[in-house]
Nanobody
C-alpha cells in the first residue's frame, strides 16, 4: 500500500513537495512511480525511482521535478516539484511500478485518493 500526500494550492512558478508513504517492504523490492491525472485527462506517468536509486522522468517534468527517497527510514518517496505551471495541476498518485516493454507501468490498480495539486494565481 502506498499513500500520497502534500498537495495544495500554489502560484505559477511555485514549488511543492509530495510524499508517498510506503507500507511494508514494497520499496526494498519494487520501483515506485508518481503518476498524475489532470482534469479531463488520462492518468500519466511522471517519474519513477527504483530500489537501486535509478530515476526516470517524463519529458514534461524534466529539469523541474525530482523524485527521491528518505534514506533514513526508506519508507517515504518524495516528489519535489519546482516551477509549477497550470498544466501541472492534477491529482497525483504513487504506486509500485514494473518495467514492461519500453515503459514503466503500475503493478496494481490500487491508487488510493491521491493528493490534489492546484496551480493558480
Amino acid at each position: 500500500q502506498l499513500q500520497a500526500s502534500g498537495g495544495g494550492l500554489v502560484q505559477p512558478g511555485g514549488s511543492l513537495r509530495l510524499s508517498c508513504e510506503v507500507f511494508g517492504r514494497i520499496f526494498s523490492i519494487y520501483a515506485v512511480g508518481w503518476f498524475r491525472r489532470g482534469p479531463g485527462k488520462q492518468r500519466e506517468l511522471v517519474a519513477t525511482l527504483t530500489s537501486g536509486g535509478s530515476t526516470n522522468y517524463a519529458d514534461f517534468v524534466k529539469g523541474r521535478f525530482t523524485i527521491s527517497r528518505d534514506n533514513a527510514n526508506n519508507n517515504t518517496v518524495y516528489l519535489q516539484m519546482n516551477n509549477l505551471q497550470p498544466e501541472d495541476a492534477a491529482v497525483y498518485y504513487c504506486n509500485a511500478v514494473r518495467w514492461y516493454g519500453s515503459t514503466w507501468i503500475p503493478r496494481n490498480n490500487f491508487w488510493g485518493r491521491g493528493t490534489l495539486v492546484t496551480v493558480s494565481s
